[in-house]
């Protein structure tokens, strides 16, 4: 089992900057990738980014290139999102999640995070 907790999410004005975190815990060895995810009101949930645990690769959806970094500190097995140049329509609750090696899904999930930008 591994555990993931979110923090950092809060209301933010158009243009500003946060950055989410994700701490994982347990059994993080077997952790492939990790994710964030959201879901805004009304709506389904979409991929925002991953990253490769051990490579550091990462991949993003169209939306956010350019304005969210993606990274991760193995050592402290957190991993991270930067989003910059926030717009309303980022507004959700963010969620991270953590794919095992071997599985092609994401089977551990936080709490989520609320994220809200004021335009």
Do not use: H
Not at 22 to 50: H, I, L, N, Y
């Amino acid at each position: 089992q591994v555990q993931l907790v979110e923090s950092g999410g809060r209301l933010v004005q158009a243009g500003g900057s946060l950055r989410l975190s994700c701490a994982a815990s347990g059994r993080t060895f077997d952790t492939a990738a990790m994710g964030w995810f959201r879901q805004a009101p009304g709506k389904e949930r979409e991929f925002v980014a991953r990253i490769l645990w051990i490579v550091g690769n990462t991949g993003y959806t169209d939306s956010v290139k350019g304005r969210f970094t993606i990274s991760r500190d193995n050592a402290k097995n957190t991993m991270y999102l930067q989003m910059n140049s926030l717009k309303p329509e980022d507004t959700a609750v963010y969620y991270c999640a953590a794919q095992q090696a071997g599985s092609g899904n994401y089977e551990y999930w936080g709490q989520g995070t609320q994220v809200t930008v004021s335009s």
